[in-house]
């Protein structure tokens, strides 16, 4: 999900009379949960315990959230998008709208999990609407995975850790590395192979 902050206001239309991507895709203005969402939320689910608190970034519709409060862990969601926010408080999921972790304080969650956008998208490519900040990863599908780990740490509690999810598409690799430069340490917890890439979910915590 797109944690990028742009003020636009609630709308979701593309820049000038371009139609929003959305529209454009036959799709929701809200990230719907997907076979991402599902390996990420499975994942999350087998640590958790009941009273953990987590934080679920670019919570979209709030799937990963819910799935998790299911658990019994208390589940809070953070977007950028406010139709994300209204979506996910709908679907009874208490949300924050911000920037990633920015709006919460240090030493707060037992567990973060966040599907960033991480598809790979040159920027003659990218729409300036809801949908593509929660698809698009920018060049090299990182746009919001290496702020994210440059800020996930401080939100952690003693023995907390961080789960993300992603692609093959993204170099796995090369963000474990990036992660590693930023003091987390991390490691593989579960993939999934599709047609055109693979699906991960990493786990970060404090060595």
Same mark, same amino acid.
């Given at each position: 999900?797109?944690?990028?902050?742009?003020?636009?206001?609630?709308?979701?239309?593309?820049?000038?009379?371009?139609?929003?991507?959305?529209?454009?895709? !036959?799709?929701? =203005?809200? $990230?719907?949960? @997907?076979?991402?969402? #599902?390996?990420? /939320? +499975?994942?999350?689910?087998?640590? *958790?315990?009941?009273?953990?608190?987590?934080?679920?970034? !670019?919570?979209? =519709?709030? $799937?990963?959230? @819910?799935?998790?409060? #299911?658990?019994? /862990? +208390?589940?809070?969601?953070?977007? *950028?998008?406010?139709?994300?926010?209204?979506?996910?408080?709908?679907?009874?999921?208490?949300?924050?709208?911000?920037?990633?972790?920015?709006?919460?304080?240090?030493?707060?969650?037992?567990? *973060?999990?966040?599907?960033?956008?991480?598809?790979?998208?040159?920027?003659?490519?990218?729409?300036?609407?809801?949908?593509?900040?929660?698809?698009?990863?920018?060049?090299?599908?990182?746009?919001?995975?290496?702020?994210?780990?440059?800020?996930?740490?401080?939100?952690?509690?003693?023995?907390?850790?961080?789960?993300?999810?992603?692609?093959?598409?993204?170099?796995?690799?090369?963000?474990?590395?990036?992660?590693?430069?930023?003091?987390?340490?991390?490691?593989?917890?579960?993939?999934?192979?599709?047609?055109?890439?693979?699906?991960?979910?990493?786990?970060?915590?404090?060595?």
């Amino acid at each position: 999900m797109s944690e990028e902050t742009r003020d636009r206001g609630d709308g979701d239309r593309g820049s000038g009379d371009r139609p929003s991507l959305a529209d454009q895709r !036959g799709v929701e =203005s809200v $990230y719907q949960p @997907a076979e991402d969402s #599902d390996l990420l /939320a +499975r994942t999350a689910r087998e640590r *958790v315990e009941a009273g953990d608190t987590v934080l679920d970034v !670019g919570t979209g =519709s709030g $799937y990963v959230a @819910a799935t998790l409060a #299911d658990a019994g /862990a +208390r589940a809070v969601g953070v977007d *950028v998008s406010p139709l994300a926010c209204r979506e996910a408080a709908a679907n009874g999921i208490p949300v924050v709208r911000g920037d990633l972790v920015e709006p919460f304080r240090a030493d707060t969650f037992d567990l *973060v999990a966040f599907n960033p956008p991480y598809l790979p998208t040159p920027p003659e490519q990218e729409w300036d609407d809801w949908m593509e900040h929660a698809l698009s990863g920018g060049d090299d599908g990182r746009r919001l995975v290496d702020p994210f780990l440059e800020t996930v740490e401080r939100v952690l509690a003693p023995g907390g850790e961080a789960l993300m999810l992603v692609s093959s598409l993204t170099d796995p690799d090369a963000v474990r590395a990036f992660a590693s430069e930023h003091g987390l340490a991390s490691e593989q917890l579960s993939s999934e192979k599709h047609p055109y890439e693979a699906l991960v979910v990493l786990r970060f915590y404090q060595d």
